[in-house]
């Protein structure tokens, strides 16, 4: 494997090697070639004259042809990917042509479906409307209940109230009308006696009258 060094304005002798190593003899004798080629100073010089100046420019022609060969291999390649990716384009172009829409479709079997599904969103959002209706119809009604409920209860509670407040009242009236009967069937038995006693008294006044002599 060999290894091109590319000359710079400035070049050093140890910069072209080969690939047997630096130390090697054909390192040795390219080193002192390059050497003995930039002995005169500059290119201005004199630095590529004599039988040196063959060498050197050998190794630049050789360093140029694998630079161009490579350049021209890249270049190869980029023509080569351009043709695939032209035939591939083609071929896509043909593909969604045979794939694609001829002309435009027809959807006019699709109207009267259509139609014929909004005429049953409309007939559906009017039941709808319909039946959210006698929800609020049937919420208000059960509100007017629930009010009526309410003050039945309420009421329900007040006439509660008021009976537990007149009990003490029936149970002391209940207890003076006992009193009261018991206190007439003893002004009755006393009426009694008295009936007894003034019969008795007026018999006896009466038979002591008879008893008068004239």
Known sequence: ERSWCVLSHSPSPSCCHTAKGKNSPAA???????????SGGSFGSGGFQGGNVG????????????????????????????KENAHLEQLIREWYQKQGPI?????SHYYEKIEELQKQIVAAAVET??????????????????????????LRQNVEGDLNSLRPMLDNLTLAKSDLEMQFESLKEEIIDLKKNHEE??????????EMPL
């Open 28 to 38: 040795s004798a390219s080193a002192n070639l390059g050497a003995a080629a930039f």
């Open 103 to 107: 002309g435009p479709k027809d959807y």
């Open 55 to 82: 060498i050197l420019s050998y190794d630049e022609k050789l360093t140029m042809q694998s630079l161009n060969e490579r350049l021209a291999s890249y270049m190869e390649t980029v023509r080569n990917l351009e």
């Open 129 to 154: 409307h319909k039946v959210l209706l006698e929800l609020d119809n049937t919420k208000m009604t059960a509100e007017d209940f629930r009010i009526k409920y309410e003050m039945e209860s309420g």
């Open 201 to 210: 008294v007026r018999a006896s006044s009466l038979k002591c009258t008879l």
